[in-house]
């Protein structure tokens, strides 16, 4: 077929035949050499109907690509050649669009392909389903359970290099939308047996191989183990490796993979280390050891390896080491304790080693369910997938109990499809009262009833041998086999009843066989008791709880002393029969759909077809019954209800609707078609359509209407778009014209009435002018006769007023000369009042005078002479009296300085009145002056002269009044200090003072003591009271000093005197005033002459032959009273003051 070729029907370009319902001649060899045929062809996939039978090619097929996806993507199932994506398209879509849950059962042998089609049927379900970050992450989740699951679940057996060793039920679960929410996975009966003892030719678990290769060597030394596969007892040597399978690679797609699903890292450490532990406790070994009380007691030989195991899981050391050496057995709450002897060790410690591998593996998938549980609680679709370990004959009797378990599984599924397809079918045609010819087919539910029947099956049999008290073996369970189920058809054993078998060596004393559906399998009954009763000593399951590795821990719930379970654990057989038929009740709710994978040839070879064993399993696997059952039945069937809906579009009668009762519209339909009567049957609620090729017929006739009445519908559709759209284009049309009219007209009427109001205003503007010109006109008419007549009144008014003056003038004259008149007749009026006034007061003078003279004349005689002079002095007398009482009271106080005084009360007294202030005045100083004692007086005489010498002269002047003149401030005569200056001083002391002296070179001062005696003026040292300088008073001629507020002074020397050799003398002293008072004062009493007191800003000094200016000028304040001398040149000293 060339490759962009695209095929539209099954029947294109057909390699035998694509579908085993059209093979003619049917039988058993057509059937076989069409399977080559295909097989030859690279045709894997062919069809019986609805079942999917894969050949396993060994190699792998360009048919899995994204393009394949592609292209089998939403096609009708019997469109393309066979192909697994055709059945997963068609499963998914009819879980998606039907709301059917769906399951797909893959069986067929060990390495026919399940496991290999179970991940194709998923990828594919991955690849169509939605898209999303958050289905992709679920896709990849349920993806990625794959590796870490075969890892642990799988191994290399003869059969299959990667042999799934459990069985496995996945349901994958979808929203509405056909997004994939999670899932949900089953495992069935892991073969436990490998993880100790592997057959030869095969390996134990991936999982170990893989860490020894894969594991870093730092995860190794974590671990305790080496990178030796030969190091550890439980792993075969012989095929160690295998062929085409990376070991180290595996181990990090795993761990990846893990990571992925969810695994938390030291989730994923622990279930190492578990793995680790089962390695290590394959590599304890027990040595006899004494007898003691007649029992064998063994012991552990390198107890290294223990250590390591107890370092590895956290379990003491002694505990898993007693573990090891005893057995507890609890009854009737009596704890025996027995040793146990080498071979009970080692069956405890293989005990151990598949516990805890077959326990972690469960822990796995539980695990795994966590992480892929769909986190919504709305309604799910269902679909899901089995793969389960095929029927298993091994020759030479090798059939233990796994095989057994494995097969009562798989006679289980062939019941369950037997049911579902072959019976179900048949039973459907009676119902639906088609015509139908039964076919024979072999029911297994005999063999399923030998191995399950609760009171005599194989099953049942067995749980009883090992719960009964007593001595129980492999051999007593035969026996009770061999009574009990001899007489069934499908069990042989030479030891049974039946006789007819007693002859048979095929079958060996200790074994049985089954004619299972399949064939015939014969078991050997060893190890079946002690498998079943997968016995786990309760010391060993307290040891491993008394761990400090959580994940170990709960790996053995029942090792908690606290829930101590004296009841048996079910045994390995009843679980299995508990989870088959829960099995089988979920896949009974479910749509089923079958692959049969089989497998070409033993030795794992691509291209190679054995016909013989492919024939066995089709043998085995019922496929011809099953194409005669398709054969002799319909194809296709459907309610009529949905058939009507599905093709009603294909007939004019039931197009669009069909009033009448469904079936009847089908019958119009189907004879519209004109369809060959003998292709259908009429059921009583089903239409029956014998051949595939008429479903696709009517289906492309569907496909093909229904693209017809897309035109339709497309047509009207568009012709009531374009309608709409014309009835509202005309709407807006209408609309918009209305508006335009309005909006015209509206300007037109704007236009109109502004033109009327133009004119309207000139015809105004017109007539108002005019009117304005005759109003203007009358105006000017009004007032002009206004003027006029303003005139004529004005000439009136002043005619009028000019008269009304007149007579004014005329009356006021009048008024006037009468004033006038009135006036000089008051005036004649008063002089006459006056002048008899005058005359009046005259008289009364004259007649008081006259009277007096006449009183004095009469009184004359009573006087005396000089009596008015008398009260005259007497008056004076007492004014004067009086007054001098008045004073004593007004007198002013005693102080000399009291201004006040009296006032005087007459005139007359004024010049007494000043005298007695004088007087008074004199008085009180005298007073005053009475109190001095004589020192007072001299003081005052001091302060006199001083007053006179310096007041008003010189600034300092006024500060000195207060201060009292002590003259010798320094106590010369009373200070010991001074006792040598006193000692050459024989004169009174006037002053004693310390001066400044200034040094007439530089202007610096020095202080020295100033002495003033009654002869001479003396300089000494402070300190020592040496004598510097004496000069006589007679010598001293001026002393000089300034008018300001200074201290300074320059005592003049007497030219070529003694003293005067060096030059006058400049100080400065703080009672200047004293000092310079009392220098005059002694030398006018010593020399009788005035001393010469200059107070001048500038002076003259006299230095050795040199006269020197002494300038005062202004300086700074800081100095205090204290003058600062420079000397400038030769001429000039500047004194600062203050
Ligand atoms: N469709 C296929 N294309 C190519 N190779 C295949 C295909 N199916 C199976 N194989 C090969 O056959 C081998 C065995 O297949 P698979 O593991 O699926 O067998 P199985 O039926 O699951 O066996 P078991 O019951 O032992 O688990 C695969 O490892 C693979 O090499
Ligand atoms: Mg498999």
Not at 763 to 776: F, S, T, V
């Amino acid at each position: 077929m060339a490759k962009t070729e695209v095929k539209t029907s099954l029947l294109d370009n057909m390699i035998g035949v694509g579908d085993m319902v059209l093979l003619e001649p049917l039988n058993e060899d057509t059937f076989i050499d069409n399977l080559r045929k295909r097989f030859d062809h690279n045709e894997v996939y062919t069809y019986i109907g609805s079942v999917l039978v894969s050949v396993n090619p060994y190699r792998s097929l360009p048919i899995y690509s994204p393009e394949k996806v592609e292209e089998y993507r939403n096609r009708n199932f019997y469109e393309l050649s066979p192909h697994i994506y055709a059945l997963s398209d068609e499963v998914y879509r009819s879980l998606r669009d039907q709301d059917k849950d769906q399951c797909i059962l893959i069986t067929g042998e060990s390495g026919a392909g399940k496991t290999e089609a179970s991940k194709l049927v998923m990828s594919y379900i991955a690849a169509v389903c939605g898209k999303g970050a958050e289905v992709n992450q679920v896709k990849e989740q349920l993806l990625q359970s794959n590796p870490v699951l075969e890892a642990f679940g799988n191994a290399k057996t003869v059969r299959n290099d990667n042999s799934s060793r459990f069985g496995k039920y996945m349901d994958i679960e979808f929203n509405f939308k056909g997004d994939p929410l999670g899932g949900v996975i089953s495992n069935y009966l892991l073969e436990k047996s490998r993880v100790v003892k592997q057959p030869r030719g095969e390996r134990n678990f991936h999982v170990f191989y893989q860490l020894l290769a894969g594991a870093s060597e730092e995860l190794l030394n974590k671990l305790k183990l080496k990178r030796d596969v030969s190091r550890y007892n439980y792993l075969s040597l012989d095929s160690a490796t295998v062929n085409g399978m990376d070991d180290a690679a595996n181990f990090r797609t795993v761990r990846n993979a893990m990571q992925i699903v969810g695994f938390l890292d030291h989730e994923a450490q622990s279930v190492l280390e578990v793995v680790a532990t089962v390695l290590k406790l394959g590599n304890i070994e027990f040595k006899p050891d004494s007898r003691v009380n007649g029992l064998d007691e063994s012991k552990i030989k390198d107890k290294n390896e223990l250590k390591e195991i107890c370092e590895l899981t956290g379990i003491d050391q002694s505990v898993l080491e007693r573990a090891f050496s005893f057995r507890t057995v609890e009854a009737k709450q009596e704890k025996v304790s027995t040793t146990l002897n080498v071979a009970q060790a080692y069956y405890a410690r293989d005990a151990l080693a598949k516990n805890l591998y077959s326990r972690l593996f469960s822990w796995l998938v539980n695990r795994i369910n966590e992480s892929i549980k769909a986190q919504t609680k709305v309604r799910k679709k269902v679909m899901g997938v089995l793969d389960i370990y095929g029927f298993e004959i091994f020759e030479n009797a090798d059939n233990s109990f796994e095989q057994f378990i494995i097969n009562y599984c798989n006679e289980k599924l062939q019941q369950i499809f037997i049911e579902l397809t072959l019976k179900e079918e048949q039973e459907e045609y009676i119902q639906e009262d088609i015509e139908w010819t039964h076919i024979n087919y072999f029911n297994n539910t005999i063999i399923c009833d030998l191995i399950e029947n609760n009171t005599n099956g194989i099953l049942a049999m067995l749980d009883e041998e090992c719960l009964r008290p007593g001595i129980v073996t492999d051999e007593t369970f035969l026996e009770k086999l061999n009574q009990v189920c001899a007489t069934h058809q499908h069990f042989e054993s030479r030891m049974s009843k039946c006789s007819r078998f007693l002859n048979d060596t095929s079958l060996p004393h200790s074994c049985f066989r089954i004619q299972h559906y399949a064939g015939k399998v014969l078991y050997q009954v060893e190890g079946f008791v002690d498998k079943n009763n997968d016995l786990l000593y309760r010391d060993l399951s307290q040891a491993m709880w008394k761990t400090s590795q959580p994940l170990i821990k709960s790996l053995f719930p029942e090792g908690n002393p606290a829930k101590i379970n004296l009841k048996r654990p079910p045994t390995a057989g009843s679980q299995f029969k508990a989870s088959v038929a829960t099995l089988m009740k979920n896949l009974q709710t479910k749509n089923p759909n079958y692959i049969r994978c089989i497998k070409p040839n033993d030795k794992k070879a691509a291209y190679i077809f054995s016909e013989t064993l492919v024939r066995h399993q089709v043998r085995y696997l019922g496929l011809l019954e099953n194409v005669r059952v398709r054969r002799a039945g319909y194809a296709f069937r459907q309610a009529y209800g949905p058939c009507l809906e599905r093709y009603k579009m294909l007939c004019k009668q039931t197009w669009p609707h069909w009033k009448g009762p469904a079936r009847s519209g089908v019958e119009a339909l189907l004879n519209e078609l004109e369809i060959p009567v003998e292709e259908y049957s009429f059921g009583k609620s089903k239409i029956f359509i014998r051949n595939p090729r008429t479903l696709f017929k009517l289906e492309d006739l569907r496909k093909q209407r229904l693209e017809d009445l897309a035109t339709l519908i497309q047509k009207i559709y568009r012709g009531w778009k374009c309608r709409t759209h014309f009835l509202l284009m005309r709407k807006s049309q209408i609309v918009i014209a209305a508006w335009y009219r309005r909006y015209a007209q509206q300007k037109w009427y704007q236009k109109t009435k502004s033109s009327a109001l133009v004119i309207q205003s000139y015809i105004r503007g017109w007539k108002a002018r005019k009117l304005l010109r005759e109003l203007k006109h009358q105006k000017r008419c009004e007032e002009a006769v206004t003027t006029i007549a303003a005139y004529w009144h004005g000439t009136q008014a002043r005619r009028e007023l000019r008269r009304l003056k007149e007579e004014a003038r005329r009356k006021h004259a009048v008024a006037v000369i009468w004033a006038y008149w009135l006036g000089l007749k008051a005036r004649r009026e008063l002089r006459r009042l006056k002048e008899e006034a005058r005359r009046k007061h005259a008289v009364a003078v004259i007649w008081a005078y006259w009277l007096g003279l006449k009183v004095r004349r009469e009184y004359r005689k009573f006087f005396r002479a000089y009596a008015g002079k008398k009260i005259y002095e007497f008056t004076l007398q007492r004014i004067v009296q009086n007054y001098f009482l008045d004073m004593k009271n007004k007198m002013p106080s005693l102080s000399p300085i009291d201004k006040n005084w009296p006032s005087r009360p007459y005139l007359f007294l004024d010049s007494t009145h000043k005298e007695l202030k004088r007087i008074f005045h004199l008085w009180r100083c005298k007073k005053y002056r009475d109190q001095f004692t004589d020192q007072q007086k001299l003081i005052y005489e001091e302060k006199l002269e001083a007053s006179e010498l310096f007041k008003d002269k010189k600034a300092l002047y006024p500060s000195s009044v207060g201060q009292p003149f002590q003259g010798p401030y320094l106590a010369i005569n009373e200070n010991p200090k001074y006792k040598k200056l006193k000692d050459a001083i024989e004169e009174k002391i006037i002053i004693a003072e310390i001066v400044n002296k200034i040094n007439r070179a530089n202007g610096k001062s020095t202080s020295r003591i100033f002495l003033l005696t009654n002869n001479n003026l003396l300089l000494a040292d402070q300190k020592s009271g040496q004598i510097k300088s004496e000069v006589p008073l007679v010598d001293v001629t001026k002393v000089s000093m300034s008018s300001q507020n200074d201290g300074f002074f320059a005592i003049h020397l007497k030219e070529g005197s003694e003293a005067a050799s060096k030059g006058d003398f400049l100080f400065s002293s703080d009672h200047l005033i004293e000092m310079a008072t009392k220098l005059y004062r002694t030398t006018l009493s010593q020399t009788k002459q005035k001393l010469n007191i200059e107070i001048s800003d500038e002076f003259l000094v006299q230095f050795r032959k040199d006269k020197v200016c002494v300038k005062f000028i202004q300086g700074s304040q800081n100095n205090g009273s204290v003058p600062m001398c420079k000397r400038k040149n030769n001429r000039l000293l500047e004194v600062a003051v203050p």
